[in-house]
C-alpha cells in the first residue's frame, strides 16, 4: 500500500503540472518561487510552535513537577516572548523592509537553544526556563513574517486563498511534528537496557516502561524477583507500591529518580529532531527574494468609501463586462 501511495502522488502531481491548466492550486501563485517557501516555513513554525508547546510541558511533568498547572507556567516565559516579540518583529520589517536576514536569524536561534534544550536534567529547571523563553524570541518571527511576506509574494485576488493555505501548511506541519516527535520520545523511553534483563513474561509485557526504573531500583534493594510487580504497580493501574514485597522508601526513590532522568535522556532526541529541522528551514529561507519594492502605500482594496474605491470598483465591472 505505501507503495501505491507514492506512486499515486507521483501520478497526481505529474497531471496536475502537466495536464490540467487550472490544478487544486492556482498555478499564478508560483509565480515567484517566495510562495512555496514561506509554505515551507509555515509548515515548519508550526511543527516547532505546537512542538514546544505540546512537549516542554510533558517534559516539566515528567521531570520537575505533576503539577500540570505549574507546567503550563513554566511554559509562560516562551508565550511571553513570542507575544512582545511580534510588535518587535513587525515593526522591524515595517523600519527596514527586510526580512531575509531576521528570519534566517530567528531560525538560527531558534536551532541554538532548542539544542541546549537537550542540557536540561531534573535540578536545571532554571535553565529550562530560560532557553524555552530565548525559544520564543525566534518563534515569534516565525510566526508573524510568513504572513506578511505571503501577502506581497501571490497576485492579490488570491490573498484569501495563499492565507488559507499558509494556516492549513502550519497545522499540518503542527500535527506531522507531534507525530514525529511522539515516536522519537517513545522509542527513546522504551530503549532495551545493555546489561540488565527483564525478568519475568509479565515484566515484558510492561512495553512502555523504561528498563532503567527496574534497574535503580533493584540497585536500591529491591529483590529480582518482585521487579515486574514493582514496576507494573510503580507506572501502571496494577496494584500499589507498597504492597509488593521487599519494597521501601528507598527504592521508590531510586525508581522516581530514574523515570526523570530517563525522561530527561529521551527529551534530547526531541529537541535535537527539532534543532536540525530549523537549521534546514534556515538554509531555504536563504532563498528567499526581497520584497522591499513591494512594499509601498498602495492600497490594493480600499474598504471605505473614497473615490479610490470608486475607481477600483469600476474596475471590477468593467473586468466582469
Not at 505529474?14 to 490540467?20: A, H, N, R, V, Y
Not at 510566526?143 to 506581497?152: A, G, H
Not at 526504573?213 to 496494577?238: D, K, M, N, Q, R
Amino acid at each position: 500500500m505505501l507503495i501505491f501511495g507514492i506512486c499515486f502522488l507521483v501520478a497526481f502531481s505529474c497531471f496536475e503540472t502537466w495536464g490540467k491548466s487550472d490544478g487544486l492550486l492556482d498555478h499564478r501563485f508560483l509565480e515567484s518561487r517566495n510562495f512555496m517557501l514561506i509554505l515551507s516555513v509555515g509548515f515548519v513554525d508550526g511543527m516547532l510552535l505546537y512542538g514546544v508547546n505540546v512537549f516542554f510541558p510533558v517534559e516539566v511533568e515528567a521531570i520537575f513537577t505533576n503539577n500540570l498547572l505549574l507546567a503550563g507556567v513554566y511554559l509562560l516565559p516562551m508565550n511571553i516572548a513570542v507575544l512582545v516579540g511580534c510588535f518587535f518583529s513587525a515593526r522591524f520589517l515595517h523600519k527596514t523592509r527586510r526580512y531575509r536576514s531576521v528570519l534566517v536569524i530567528a531560525l538560527i536561534i531558534i536551532a541554538l537553544f532548542l539544542g541546549l534544550l537537550a542540557l536540561v536534567t531534573p535540578s536545571r529547571l532554571a535553565m529550562a526556563c530560560a532557553f524555552t523563553g530565548l525559544v520564543g524570541l525566534g518563534v515569534n518571527v516565525a510566526t508573524v513574517l510568513p504572513p506578511t511576506i505571503l501577502s506581497y509574494s501571490v497576485p492579490s485576488h488570491l490573498f484569501g486563498t495563499g492565507g488559507t493555505l499558509l494556516a492549513s501548511t502550519r497545522a499540518l506541519g503542527g500535527t506531522v511534528g507531534i507525530t514525529i516527535f511522539s515516536t522519537i520520545y517513545g522509542n527513546k523511553m522504551k530503549g532495551k537496557p545493555k546489561h540488565v534483563r527483564l525478568f519475568t513474561d509479565s515484566a515484558r509485557s510492561i512495553a512502555d516502561l523504561p528498563p532503567s526504573v527496574a534497574e535503580a531500583a533493584i540497585a536500591a534493594g529491591l529483590p529480582p524477583t518482585s521487579a515486574a510487580h514493582f514496576l507494573a504497580a510503580y507506572l501502571g493501574p496494577v496494584g500499589s507500591v507498597v504492597d509488593v514485597s521487599g519494597v521501601t522508601p528507598k527504592i521508590i526513590e531510586a525508581a522516581t529518580s530514574a523515570v526523570a532522568d530517563t525522561s530527561a535522556r529521551s527529551f534530547r532526541y526531541v529537541w535535537f529532531a527539532n534543532m536540525a529541522i530549523a537549521v534546514a528551514t534556515a538554509a531555504v529561507c536563504v532563498f528567499l527574494r526581497p520584497i522591499a519594492d513591494e512594499m509601498t502605500e498602495h492600497v490594493e482594496s480600499a474598504l471605505e468609501v473614497s473615490d479610490l474605491r470608486t475607481e477600483q470598483m469600476q474596475k471590477v465591472k468593467t473586468i466582469k463586462e
